[in-house]
């Protein structure tokens, strides 16, 4: 049984992507509140990624 409190890789791969199609679409947009919100959370998720598979 998965502790509650571990990530699962494939979900966090999901959203990573996800964001950066989220970064993707402010860019073409033009939206820098966006392109920054977005571009500090696709940082920190694939940190995050980085992190856990270092383990």
Do not use: C, P, Q
Request: proline share 0%.
């Amino acid at each position: 049984m998965k502790n509650s409190t571990e990530i699962d890789l494939a979900e966090l791969d999901e959203t990573i992507a996800k964001t950066f199609r989220e970064v993707r679409t402010a860019v073409n947009g033009h939206n820098e509140k966006s392109v920054h919100m977005y571009s500090a959370a696709l940082r920190a998720l694939v940190e995050l990624r980085r992190d856990l598979t270092a383990r």
